[in-house]
């Protein structure tokens, strides 16, 4: 039995009293000192990790100043604050032992579009993305670009003065920041933008920290107006942070934006933002240019210049090679064509057209063209290209380019790809010089590497493979970062060049030399305490306060080489989140993740998930329990002599009596709704339903499961029974008394009620018989080369019979032989809810009997699309890869009959435009296959459209249980409920899911079809 994980670091004195004096004060938003919330988010992109005291979300500004005005008091002067947005930051920014103001959890609105004077007003959390799909219908979009652009925040781009791809046209986040609303430490809201003189020196006259600040920056600015000239490196990404040569703009205005930009939550909050935003340009063209080495790329992105595109961006092979493993691939693969007899692309250039004149950017896209064919095959230049026109398809390969930068982390090993010196800048004229030095130094030390960089401004994205667990290789950070910083002062750079400084900030005394001292009074104008993200860009020259340490701040691999290699091995599924945050993307129109979009709470995410079990592992290490034994005990141990012990100790939770950190991992775990999401788009794969089932099964070993689990585990089991006699099932799920009954004690709601047409009627009526190897055998040449089986799971068979009888009739109109495999459970409920001895029995008894028909040569094909994929995702940790079954999907298989699709031509029917809204688990898990159901109804003369939606809300059984009811709700609001209800896609809509299906029955009560059972009603509609 697990031990209770009862001692955790707590929450200091002084934290504790200052969380009390907001909530007496009013705070208005939430605050979190539980150790979940902490654990969560005591990490960002970074390789550190620093526990923080607690979490504050405010839900206005007026939280904020609530909390920097309590800060600001002489009995909270050790009270320390950190803002976060997105958590995106690869330099620890985010990160602090004191208290987290997390403003993107409620300040995320946009709150005024002014589209005649072209701004937008939004608050500090809003993200990235968020913002662009509000101005679009505008016609504007904001032009700074970032690869985390949907989950990083505007306070967190503000905050490094973000900038990426079309960097040299558009400039950086501060470029487009007309005002900001700040909060000072003391509780002052001031608006910051360009002002005259006359208007400063009034700002000068005021006794409070606004007319400090103000009084200070100007002096700085006058005084030593030589020295910034000097030390301010002229590159197109200047330099982010306290930003002393832009303090005047263009016409001579001072403006404290250039300070605040870039500050690194050291200087104050950012509450709102009024922002400048650009006209959308009308067409766009990008030109695809393949290379056989990356210095090739590299060196001809410089000539490339002079054609005057509006962005270039270099990747390597290895980059290249991760997107084309991933499934993003399948959306740009068309644009990289490997044509016969060409070497191999080990770079690419992406180079990038836009305009407001279509015939302009032909012009200026043919003479790149014309260049390009007359060096083709030179040495040093390209060997060929391929050129995309139009924002749709140009913004695929910008998102695989994006994705790509995540993919990194996705190395095979113990040695993972981290950042610490991953955005140097250098003059783009160096920049191929400096990166062949550059890679030596990692070379050098045999380290693997992927690059990829705004070439065009001189950046250089890369993150060398070192295994942050072993102490040996941990001394590389000091060592690899020294001499890159010294390769930067050699090619007149920046180590800092786009993502910011944070834990990096110690190489800016040297950087700056007698020019520091003015940062460090810049800062303690704002932060005389250095309360304000301390120890980030530079401290007050006060005592004690110093700037972080490179090698100083603790790391991720420090607490997780604390765990055996055994666990981790067993939980690496878990181990390597790397923190990028893909998973908080945005998009309610994408797949990622529904619990966290519909709580909103990163403990309900992937990575707070794998966070949460990271420290679990290292927590019960330090207990000496070694969960690989545990499992095994687990599984072999008897429930009842296990019972009184369950029973005392889930008393004990009960009464609160006992504190465990396991329970906290337990409510995060229980909020997922296993839908797979992470397993296909993460771009480390972390698999988050396999940790969860592996985390219940031995949480469980120490505490008793609730009624629902049982009831939902023994399910397939139980329902062939239940299915013989319906009605007293069907009567016990509608009757309103027993309802309430199931809602309140058995945490179950909405329960399905059984088919009453029963599907070996419906069989026996159509001739249809059961597969076996003995039956196969028998059947004529003609009927097997004809033979499909449907292979059949518990919940088309018995809750939507009419689903497989359609499909028994397509598939047989068609001219298929169809037959049907014996029901045996599959084994996926008992997955998700952690019934692993079960499972494996269950996986092992029907993978037994599906391998044999498997072995016959008839192919075989499942309904439900999340219970088909079981069969090579989860059957894969039990069973052994020579012994899987192979069963496909539908569309797997139906898209490869062209000849029989072809031979029905439907393109007369009255409707012949669908839309298709996928099942989460296959469109994440099994992209390429959402496309072969278009491919099926085009073989059939009609267009089939992919719906954008996200998850649906239901996801197997998580919507039927009464704690999740609510969620599942709003989750389905997010994206389904809009377009089930369009009155324009009435009859157009086909769901693969069995839970969508349902969830869509329950809330809005209709009953949409399955893309088979439309193709089957349009054959028959002659
Ligand atoms: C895979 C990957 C790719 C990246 N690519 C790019 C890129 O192309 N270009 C680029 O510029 N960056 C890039 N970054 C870095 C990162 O995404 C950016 O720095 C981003 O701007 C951070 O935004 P965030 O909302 O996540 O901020 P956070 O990481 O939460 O915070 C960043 C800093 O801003 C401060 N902050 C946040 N909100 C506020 C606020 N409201 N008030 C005061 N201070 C605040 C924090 O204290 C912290 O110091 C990348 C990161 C990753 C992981
Ligand atoms: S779970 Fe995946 S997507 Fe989320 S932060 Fe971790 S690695 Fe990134
Ligand atoms: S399985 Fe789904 S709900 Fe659970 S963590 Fe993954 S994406 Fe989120």
């Known amino acids: 039995m697990i031990p209770r994980l009862s001692q955790v670091e707590t929450t200091e004195a002084i934290y504790l009293q200052f969380i009390e004096a907001l909530q007496k004060a009013g705070f208005a938003g939430d605050l979190n000192q539980d150790y979940a919330n902490r654990i969560v988010l005591s990490t960002d992109n970074s390789i ?230 650009l006209p959308i340009p009308k067409f766009a063209a990008l030109v695809n240019v393949k290379y056989d080495s990356f210095e090739s790329s590299l060196r001809d992105a410089t000539d490339l210049m002079e054609w005057n595109p509006t962005s270039i961006e270099t990747i390597d092979s290895k980059v290249l090679n991760l997107a084309m493993g991933d499934i993003i691939w399948d959306t740009v693969s068309a644009y990289f064509p490997q044509e016969e007899g060409e070497p191999e692309i080990s770079g690419i250039n992406l180079v990038e057209y836009t305009s407001d004149d279509e015939e302009s950017l032909k012009a200026d896209v043919a003479r790149l063209e014309e260049h390009l064919k007359s060096v083709a095959g030179q040495a040093g230049k390209s060997f060929g290209f391929s050129v995309v026109y139009g924002a749709g398809e140009i913004n695929k390969v910008w998102a695989m380019r994006k994705k790509a930068v995540g993919l990194l982390g996705n190395a095979k ?38 690059m990829f960089g705004h070439v065009d401004a001189g950046v250089l994205h890369v993150r060398p493979a070192i295994d942050m667990k072993d102490q040996l290789q941990e001394s590389l950070i000091r060592d690899i970062t020294d001499e890159v910083v010294a390769l ?125 079990i990271r420290e679990w592992l290292r927590l019960m290490e330090q207990n000496g329990t070694d969960l690989v034994e545990e499992a095994k005990r687990v599984k072999a141990s008897s429930f009842i002599a296990s019972l009184p012990k369950r029973i005392k100790n889930t008393l004990a939770k009960k009464k609160e009596e006992e504190y465990d950190f396991s329970h906290e991992v337990h409510e995060s775990m229980m909020a997922c709704l296993a839908c797979k999401s992470c397993v296909g788009q993460c771009p480390i794969k972390v698999n988050v339903p396999d940790f969860r089932a592996r985390f219940l099964e031995v949480y469980y070993g120490r505490y008793l499961r609730p009624a629902k689990d049982y009831m939902v585990g023994s399910l397939e089991c139980m329902i062939p029974w239940l299915s013989k006699f319906p009605a007293p099932y069907n009567w016990a799920m509608q009757n309103k008394v027993l309802k309430a009954i199931f809602r309140k004690h058995a945490g179950m709601v909405d329960s399905p009620t059984i088919c009453t047409n029963s599907l070996i009627t419906g069989m026996k009526a159509r001739g249809i018989e059961f597969a076996s190897p003995q039956l196969i055998k028998s059947l004529s040449e003609e009927q097997r080369s004809n033979a499909v089986i449907i292979v059949q799971d518990a919940f088309t068979s018995y809750f939507e019979t009419q689903l497989v009888l359609d499909l028994v009739d397509l598939l047989s109109g068609l001219g ?164 089930v209800n369009n009155p324009g896609n009435k009859d157009r809509l086909l769901v693969t899911g069995y839970s969508c299906r349902s969830q869509v029955k329950r809330i809005d009560d209709q009953q949409l079809p399955h893309p088979i059972q439309k193709l089957l009603s349009l054959l028959k509609d002659k």
């Open 488 to 612: 930067t002062v050699k090619y007149k750079g920046l180590l800092w060049g786009e993502h910011g400084k944070g834990v990096r900030s110690e190489y800016a005394p040297e950087f700056f030399g007698e020019l520091y001292p003015e940062l460090q009074r810049i800062k303690g104008g704002f932060d005389p305490r250095n309360q304000m993200n301390p120890g980030k860009i530079a401290t007050p020259a006060i005592d004690g306060a110093e700037l972080l340490k490179i090698d100083a701040v603790p790391t991720r691999g420090q607490f997780d080489r604390q765990i055996s290699s055994e666990t981790r091995e067993e939980y690496k599924e878990a181990m390597f989140c790397n923190g990028n945050g893909a998973c908080f993307n945005y998009d309610p129109n994408d797949a990622m993740c529904p619990s966290w979009k519909g709580t909103r709470q990163r403990i309900n995410s992937p990575k707070g998930r794998s966070s949460l």
């Open 816 to 979: 298929f032989h169809v037959l049907l495999a014996p029901f045996k459970p599959n084994g996926k409920p008992l997955h998700v809810h952690g019934f692993m001895k079960a499972f494996e029995k269950a996986a092992e008894s029907n993978s037994a009997m599906l391998k044999e028909l498997d072995n016959t040569g008839v192919p075989m094909i499942g309904i439900d699309p999340s219970m088909t994929l079981t069969y090579r995702q989860e059957y894969g940790y039990v069973i052994p890869e020579k012994d899987l079954p192979k069963v496909q999907l539908i569309q797997e298989w139906l898209s490869n009959q062209k000849e029989k699709l072809g031979a029905f031509d439907l393109a007369s029917r009255s409707t012949t435009e669908f839309k298709l809204m996928a099942h989460c688990t296959e469109k994440t898990n099994a992209a390429p296959s959402i496309r072969m159901w278009q491919q099926i109804y085009e073989a059939m003369g009609l267009k089939l459209d992919i719906q954008a939606v996200g998850c649906c809300g239901m996801s197997g059984t998580y919507g039927h249980e009464t704690q999740n009811v609510e969620t599942s709700r709003e989750i389905y609001q997010l994206s389904w409920s809009e377009v």
């Open 413 to 450: 090993g113990q040695e993972r790809p981290i950042p610490f010196v991953e955005d140097t800048a250098v003059p783009p004229e160096n920049l191929a010089d400096f990166i062949m030095e550059f890679r030596k130094v990692l070379d050098d030390r045999d380290l693997a590497y992927g």
């Open 48 to 277: 550190y990790q620093m526990l923080p005291q607690g979490v504050l979300y405010p839900k206005s500004t007026d939280d904020l100043v609530l909390i920097a005005k309590l800060a600001d008091e002489s009995r909270f002067t050790e009270v320390k604050l950190s803002a976060r947005g997105g958590g995106t930051g690869t330099n620890g920014q985010s990160l602090t032992d004191g208290l987290i103001v997390d403003v993107s959890k409620h300040m995320n609105q946009v709150l005024e579009i002014n589209a005649e004077e072209r701004w937008v007003r939004v608050q500090g959390g809003v993200v990235k993305d968020q913002l662009n799909r509000a101005l679009k219908p505008y016609g504007f979009f904001f032009a700074p670009e970032l690869s985390t652009s949907n989950r990083a925040t505007v306070g967190g781009m503000i905050n490094t003065d973000a900038s990426g791809q079309g960097s040299v046209m558009y400039g950086k986040t501060r470029d487009h920041v007309l005002e900001l609303n700040s909060v000072f430490l003391g509780g002052e809201l001031w608006n910051s933008k360009p002002i005259s003189d006359e208007e400063l020196d009034e700002i000068k006259q005021r006794d409070d920290r606004v007319g400090e600040v103000h009084r200070l920056v100007d002096e700085v600015f006058t005084k030593k107006k030589d020295l910034i000239d000097a030390k301010f490196p002229k590159l197109n990404r200047c330099l982010t942070g306290y930003d002393l040569a832009h303090i005047r703009d263009e016409e001579g205005r001072f403006n404290l934006n250039s300070v605040l930009c870039g500050g690194e939550g050291s200087l104050a909050f950012i509450a709102e933002a009024k922002l400048n935003v």
